[in-house]
């Protein structure tokens, strides 16, 4: 069991890990653009370009009768895909995760309360009655790719628990974003529209319901749903999260049946002639039926959730948060001083990603384990949550996009309190990470330091 989970967290470990590092890489190269001279003007008037995905008079892309510019179908297409990613991840979480038991989830769910609650606290602290209250919820997220990578470079020296309770940490994280995006940022609702979506949400919780495995059922419902919400005036990555909870965790075939098929369509292959087995030659119609009912089996044991799941996990990591990081992380140095940091909002959400984040996901972890609600991670210790819990504080992905939420109306006011907001998540981000890393390596079991230097010199 223990090798299993090892598998499972080392293979999502990874995954992230993965997906990190390209996302570092794309905010690296929006730095870079935005302020060279040459490119800066091509990189602001980028996104304004207009895109339409359109049928006669109807345009898929449209937002209240208007084309969406490449900017808002990044943040509101693109990434609908991505929350659509995460309600999968949530919903699988519950049901065969680690959020599946409840004593043993409970340690990281009341690590990511804290985790929450402090940043906002601080950062309500720090902002009362100025203009840039609106951005409170800012410095709650925690960045999973980002976090997870960090964790990956030290290597083997980190225990299994400790990787699975930061995983589950950035999870319920997620949840706590989903929750303030649904709650904090829709107006002006069109009940209409939003009754009409809540119409085929139906349909697709009743095909949830019937086990219906169409992944274009999903999808293509899925797509009308999401505009749907888009023009009632709910954001519409809450409708990629209700989305995925509508799509069924069950396969058609249990593994037993799976394996039953493949083996009496593999024997069919016993009886044929060795000579026509080993040429490389055109299959029969009888091997090509054989080979089919193999394949559709194959497709049938493995859930839609799981499979939509894995097969979205690479165009979210590798295409749709990079470009999100590339269109959303460009701060414009040149108008910037270097006390900018120290003030302002950049300094609430930097106080708020590395002191509230590690102070909330510190005391809430000690508060539930002094009184005994949930045991310590195995074979970890305080020093080693608090390295985890400074690692809570990279908030990157979501942060920015809430960011967007609060201060990207367009205004040019609004918008110079955006580029300053930028760089506090990026500096506290960057703050929270350099830190996590540096108490973890020092406190992580010292006879296993070969393999953490050999693990940033493989993600170098």
């Not at 990434?79 to 004593?103: D, H, N, P, T």
């Not at 039953?260 to 069919?268: P, V």
């Not at 005994?372 to 990279?394: F, H, R």
Request: hydrophobic share 55%.
């Amino acid at each position: 069991m223990a090798h299993e989970v090892f598998y499972t967290a080392r293979k999502t470990l990874k995954n992230y890990t993965n997906g990190g590092t390209v996302l570092m890489f794309a905010t690296a190269l929006a730095l870079l653009v935005v302020n060279l001279p040459f490119l800066h003007d091509f990189y602001n008037s980028l996104w304004t370009h207009e895109l339409a995905l359109q049928v006669g008079g109807f345009n898929l892309f449209s937002h209240h009768g208007h084309p969406m510019s490449i900017m808002a179908f990044i943040n509101d297409a693109l990434m609908a895909v991505f929350f659509f990613s995460v309600g999968l991840e949530i919903k699988r979480e519950v049901l065969v995760g680690e959020l599946s038991s409840f004593r043993q989830a409970l340690l990281p769910i009341v690590a990511a309360i804290g985790g929450m609650g402090m940043p906002v606290l601080i950062f309500f602290l720090m902002g009362r009655g100025s203009d840039y209250i609106g951005g409170a919820a800012i410095p709650m997220a925690t960045d999973i790719a980002f976090s997870l990578g960090v964790l990956a470079m030290l290597g083997s020296r980190v225990p299994v628990s400790l990787k699975i309770f930061l995983t589950t940490l950035a999870v319920v994280d997620d949840i706590g974003g989903i929750l303030v995006i649904a709650i904090f940022y829709s107006d002006h609702i069109n009940f209409a529209m939003l009754g009409a979506a809540a119409i085929l949400l139906g349909v697709l919780a009743l095909g949830g319901k019937l086990q219906i495995q169409s992944k274009i059922f999903y999808l293509g419902i899925g797509a009308f749903v999401w505009f749907l919400f888009l023009n009632a005036g709910i954001h519409p990555t809450i409708a990629g999260v209700l989305i995925a909870f509508c799509v069924p965790a069950r396969p058609i075939y249990a593994p037993k049946g799976y394996i039953k098929t493949i083996r009496r369509n593999i024997g069919h292959f016993a009886s044929e002639d060795d000579e026509r087995l080993y040429s490389k030659s055109i299959l029969t119609k009888e091997q090509l039926n054989w080979l089919k009912e193999i394949e559709s089996a194959s497709d049938k044991v493995i859930s839609p959730l799981q499979d939509m799941e894995d097969s979205l996990h690479p165009v979210v990591n590798y295409l749709i948060v990079p470009l999100f990081a590339f269109a959303n992380a460009g701060i414009w140095f040149g108008d910037l001083e270097a006390s900018q940091i120290f003030q302002g909002v950049s300094a609430a959400i930097i106080c708020g990603l590395v002191g509230g984040k590690f102070i909330g996901i510190l005391l809430f972890s000690w508060i539930a384990v002094k009184l005994k609600w949930a045991p310590m991670p195995e074979g970890s210790d305080w020093k080693q949550i608090a390295g985890v819990a400074l690692l809570g504080g990279i908030g990157f992905t979501v942060s920015l996009f809430i960011a967007n939420l609060s201060f990207g109306s367009g205004d040019p006011y609004l918008s110079a309190i955006l580029n300053n907001a930028k760089l506090g998540i990026l500096v506290g981000s960057f703050l929270a990470g350099i830190l996590g890393w540096l108490i973890l390596y020092l406190t992580l079991p010292g006879k296993n330091r070969k393999s953490a230097d050999s693990a940033i010199q493989e993600n170098a």
